[in-house]
């Protein structure tokens, strides 16, 4: 599940803190990631057997917080649970890492967008055994203006 909504929504905190419900959570769900997002990217959706997608902002209805959501990612035994999300742009390149040590670089632009209730496409082959443990999305320096 994901939720999209206003920055602006939480409200500041002060010396003593207390959180801010982002997100209602059903039965054995936990929150894996959250992103900062801008229209025109999108959001990549990693899972631990590898399979990925990249889904349009635009698909993710603005909503108040702490309600429970929209469907992100389909999850099935095929798949596995989600290890990871990134907001990505044109020409960020991700990096999957695996519980036994491989570690895969791959542009995003790579991975088609598809809608948000879909199990996603094969990103990494793994062994049955190994299993995605996490992402990290990578962007190239700008140049420095002289």
Do not use: C, H, W
């Not at 990505?88 to 390149?93: A, H, K, L, M, R």
């Not at 299993?131 to 962007?139: Q, T």
């Amino acid at each position: 599940m994901a939720i999209r909504f206003q920055e602006t929504d939480v409200r500041p905190m002060g010396a003593q803190p207390t959180a801010s419900r982002g997100i209602t959570l059903r039965d054995d769900d936990y929150v894996v990631a959250m992103e900062m997002v801008k229209p025109g990217g999108t959001l990549l959706s990693v899972t631990e057997r590898g399979f990925g997608k990249r889904t349009e902002i635009d698909e993710y209805r603005m909503q108040s917080r702490g309600g429970v959501g929209v469907i992100n990612i389909a999850t099935t035994t095929r798949n596995g649970l989600v290890v990871g999300i990134a907001y990505v742009q044109e020409g960020d390149e991700l990096l999957l890492m695996t519980q036994q040590g491989m570690i895969l670089r791959i542009p995003t632009d790579g991975v088609r967008a598809i809608g948000r209730a879909t199990q996603g496409v094969t990103l990494i082959n793994i062994e049955s055994e190994d299993k995605v443990v996490g992402i990290a999305r990578l962007v190239e320096k700008e140049d420095e203006v002289e």
